[in-house]
């Protein structure tokens, strides 16, 4: 089956201003590659600003006029360029974001929801859309604010789903909701893909990423460190040693954290970002760019994966 | 509902007293002024030929020989009472005066309160969808500019330009000179009224244009703006649907607030102008020493502003769909 | 990089206007005396070569006249800024720091001052001062300190709660180095922007009450006298005697406006990609 999404090395950097009158371009996203197949959910995991949501943005042609863009894209084969993503936006390819601040506060949720169409169709849709999530037809006529969180995400992802969507972008779905509310609305991402949609799932949380993808990119300083299964992590097959120290990190697994904080890109200068808290660094570790390869059925940007030297 | 009429009821107290330290502040500065009222007003010569008994009428008509306090208190009861006082200068009752003043004023106020408002909204948003690109730094410009020009100045190259140069409009009062009351049209007072509304209306945008825009660059990088490019909205639709619906309130509000600075030029204009109303009065009465119009006048047009001030809260609590379902702020 | 750099150009601009200024008001004092000089030989001239703004009906040349003005509401700008800033800055700091009765009163004296109609405030106040330069420098000063006292209040009830400050005083740094090295560098950007801001108001308020009779004295070259006995000839045609004074002076202003403006947007850096 054709992929839905191809990346290809995407780079994202902005142009900011050091200290005086210094320019620099600070790059954010380095040479990330990920490919997001239909009936699949694709975790991308990191922490708070490893760049994870401007991949989100750039999906979207959402980035800030600061910024520049360098790779490929391709969305069901062809370039996604910034006119084609403008026509797709918000049909084929949908968002859905963290919370109720993503609601305009002062619009009801049914006109919101219509895009401004007041024809009896976009109702039915937004009615049909509602239901699906169990929303009653009265909660068309609420204020965002009226919402509760899990009203709120419901409604997120009924405006995403109103016209059948390929590609869905979910931002961080979750933070506030109970588990049992948070396990509900993962499921509705597992059920999107069933229907054939490729859901690329951002969060920080490795546990959720864990319960609801098939695949889950790691990404550390602005690169992809990591690309496995999700099955890869109970059953050790992990490949990159700060993938490693998270599962390690949990409770399912060593419940051991490593020292140390995780750099900003425009920090790394060469070689390696995770060399300084590397378990087992090894002889050009410093040197050069790392490339993202196969490796063990899985992609890794590491000279020595699973502490063995590659060949 | 309860809890809205206490918010009202609390906040029109509050106006209550401080209408009342107006009042005193004003009264306490015109009494330390040293300006004599007899001397401004009847003439050092004059009263150099006068005898003693009417100059101490004189000076009874003018209040110079009673202590301040007694005179405050004496005024105070009065205008409890609804009496501000006489007029020295124009020989009627303070109220009469300002009445009339107030008649001929009002038209041009409102008329550049709704002008400026309007104007000044459009241009704002304008500006912020615009951000960065040349409408944005046009618009900028242009209220920097009128920012920072007196409203008199303005009202003279105005009235430089069309009655003097173009000979279109008449150049001062509210009618035509020598002409009775009644056979005043109201082409007329449109036609007197129209250069003074024209400059008030010109300096009122400035502020909240600027405020607009700087209001709707913070909602054009909000979350759910995001959202709404996200789902493939129009950007010029997700300014009139979104922008629009969440800078108005803010922008009415300004506008309420901003009463005091368009009486403010309304004096300054209505000067320029020779424009009979409220402001005029308060220039003759200042330099006529007139304490009771000028006391008059300056607790009326506080009473507008805090009036003005009133209304932006309370509109926050009709229109505001977070406080009228009474979930928001209180 | 061919892009300009815009920290660099907003110094220069800095520079050059804060130059510009200067020069008007040295210059100002200097043509004081050419602007009382009367002439009734060349009396009423249009702008020619020898008088770029004409003469008036006193043979007064205008260009002396404008420059001597503009240096007089730049100074007496200055004084009035300057005083207003410190007002707002003393009031400000007692409201946050004492709370209370005292925040309450300042607050009220807040509301009071904003309730009126500026231009009648500055008229009450100069006339309560005998009107003249006293008058007018009290009028202006007494009247524009109210919202940069309020923004001081709150950045100092903002920084009174802010976590850093409080484990500062849990480790024990004293109360002076304290206010040394965390509030003075929050607060002396908003006061520098504040002041500098307050300049435009306060020079445009110094020319609308000399313009309506109540500020400076009208044997003083300043622009609002200049600009309410231009009005008595406007109707005969000497327009001149309107048009350049009030355009110089908006020209200072709007120097003064982005002077504030930039400093602004140099002090807070959030703001620089503007």
Redesign the interface.
Same mark, same amino acid.
Do not use: C, K, M
């Given at each position: 089956m054709e992929p839905i999404l191809e990346i290809q090395h995407l780079s994202i950097s902005f142009h900011q201003y050091e200290k005086g009158f210094v320019q620099r371009e600070l790059p954010v996203i380095r040479d990330l590659s990920l490919t997001l197949e239909p009936g699949e959910v694709t975790g991308v995991l990191g922490v708070s600003g490893s760049g994870k949501s401007l991949l989100a943005h750039a999906l979207l042609d959402l980035l800030p006029y600061n910024s520049r863009r360098e790779g490929t894209i391709l969305f069901q084969g062809e370039p996604l360029t910034s006119q084609r993503i403008r026509k797709l936006r918000g049909k084929e390819i949908v968002l859905v974001p963290q919370g109720v601040t993503y609601l305009d506060p002062l619009m009801k949720v049914g006109p919101q929801l219509r895009k401004g169409r007041r024809d009896r169709g976009a109702r039915e849709k937004v009615r049909s859309a509602l239901a699906r999530y169990g929303l009653k037809e009265a909660a068309a006529d609420l204020y965002p604010f009226q919402l509760s969180g899990g009203m709120a995400r419901r409604v997120l992802m009924a405006s995403a789903v109103m016209d059948s969507p390929r590609l869905v972008i979910a931002d961080e779905p979750t933070p506030g909701l109970d588990a049992k509310a948070a396990s509900r609305l993962l499921g509705h991402f597992r059920e999107l893909a069933a229907e054939g949609a490729a859901v690329l799932f951002i969060t920080h949380d490795l546990e959720l990423a864990l319960a609801v993808a098939h695949r889950v990119a790691v990404f550390y300083a602005g690169e992809t460190v990591e690309i496995a299964r999700a099955s890869d992590f109970p059953e050790g097959r992990l490949r990159h040693p700060f993938t490693q120290a998270l599962w390690d990190a949990l409770p399912q697994g060593a419940f051991r954290a490593i020292p140390g904080a995780q750099p900003y890109s425009g920090e790394v200068k060469e070689g390696c970002p995770f060399l300084a808290r590397c378990p087992h660094p090894g002889n050009g570790c410093g040197q050069g760019e790392l490339s993202l390869v196969p490796w063990n059925e899985g992609m890794v940007r590491c000279l020595y994966p699973h502490g063995e030297v590659m060949a | 509902m309860k809890q809205a009429l206490f918010f009202a009821g609390k906040k029109a107290f509050r106006a209550l007293l401080?209408l009342l #330290?107006?009042s005193v502040?004003?009264f306490?500065?015109?009494c330390?002024?040293?300006?004599d009222p007899l001397r401004t007003n009847v003439g050092q010569a004059a009263l150099g030929s006068m005898s003693q008994e009417q100059v101490a009428q004189l000076e009874a008509y003018w209040g110079a020989d009673q202590p301040p306090v007694e005179r405050y208190l004496g005024w105070l009861a009065g205008a409890v009472r609804g009496d501000l006082g006489t007029s020295l200068l124009y020989r009627q009752p303070v109220l009469t005066v300002i009445g009339q003043r107030l008649g001929s004023s009002l038209w041009l106020l409102l008329t550049a309160w709704v002008l400026s408002g309007v104007l000044g909204l459009a241009l704002g948003i304008t500006a912020g969808a615009f951000r960065?690109r040349w409408p944005d730094k046009l618009i900028r410009g242009w209220c920097?500019?009128i920012?920072?020009?007196?409203? %008199?100045?303005l009202a003279?190259?105005f009235?430089?330009l069309f009655s003097?140069?173009l000979g279109w409009l008449p150049?001062g009062l509210s009618v035509p000179i020598g002409v009775e009351e009644e056979a005043v049209t109201l082409a007329d007072r449109l036609q007197h009224a129209l250069l003074p509304a024209l400059t008030l209306s010109v300096t009122g945008v400035s502020n909240i244009a600027l405020h607009t825009r700087e209001k709707l660059v913070d909602v054009l990088g909000?979350?759910?703006i995001?959202?709404?490019?996200?789902? #493939?909205?129009r950007e010029g639709?997700i300014v009139l649907?979104?922008g629009l619906?969440?800078v108005a309130?803010p922008a009415l509000t300004l506008q309420f607030g901003s009463v #005091?600075?368009i009486?403010?030029g309304s004096?300054?204009v209505e000067?320029?102008f020779s424009y009979p109303g409220l402001g005029q009065a308060?220039?003759t009465a #200042?330099?006529g020493?007139d304490l009771p119009l000028?006391l008059g006048?300056?607790l009326v047009?506080?009473g507008l502003? %805090?009036g003005g001030?009133l209304l932006a809260d309370l509109l926050y609590g009709v229109i505001?769909?977070?406080m009228k379902?009474g979930?928001?702020r209180p | 990089m061919k892009r300009v750099n815009r920290r660099f150009s907003t110094l220069l601009f800095l520079g050059i206007a804060a130059a510009l200024l200067g020069a008007v008001t040295l210059a100002g004092i200097c043509l004081k005396d050419a602007a009382l000089v009367t002439d009734f030989s060349r009396k009423d001239l249009p702008p020619c070569q020898g008088f770029l703004f004409g003469t008036d009906w006193m043979g007064r040349d205008m260009f002396a006249r404008t420059l001597a003005g503009l240096s007089l509401s730049i100074r007496v700008g200055l004084l009035t800024a300057g005083i207003s800033a410190c007002v707002a800055l003393v009031l400000g700091v007692l409201s946050a720091a004492f709370g209370g009765w005292v925040d309450a009163l300042i607050s009220w004296w807040i509301d009071l001052v904003m309730g009126t109609p500026h231009i009648l405030l500055v008229i009450l106040l100069s006339i309560a001062c005998g009107k003249g330069f006293t008058g007018v420098v009290v009028g202006v000063a007494l009247s524009h300190w109210t919202s940069l006292a309020r923004v001081i209040r709150g950045e100092v009830l903002q920084l009174k709660t802010a976590p850093y400050l409080l484990a500062a005083e849990k480790l024990g740094v004293s109360r002076w180095n304290r206010v040394k090295l965390h509030l003075l560098p929050h607060l002396l950007p908003q006061f520098l922007t504040g002041l500098i801001l307050l300049f435009p108001h306060a020079i445009l308020h110094e020319a609308s009450v000399t313009f309506l009779g109540f500020g400076l004295s009208s044997e003083q070259p300043a622009v609002g006298v200049i600009l309410s006995e231009s009005m008595r000839y406007l109707t005969t045609g000497k327009w001149w005697l309107a048009l350049f004074p009030g355009a110089a002076l908006v020209l200072v202003v709007v120097l003064f406006a982005l002077l504030g403006e930039r400093v602004r947007l140099l002090l807070d850096p959030g703001s620089v990609h503007e």
């Open positions: - | 401080l #330290g107006v502040a004003s306490l500065l015109l330390a002024s040293p300006l960065g920097l500019v920012s920072s020009t007196p409203a %008199f100045w003279l190259l009235l430089l003097v140069w150049i909000s979350d759910y995001l959202l709404a490019r996200a789902r #493939g909205e639709a649907r979104h619906r969440n309130l #005091g600075e009486i403010g004096v300054l000067q320029v308060a220039v #200042g330099l020493s000028l006048v300056t047009t506080s502003v %805090f001030n505001d769909p977070r379902r979930e928001g | -």
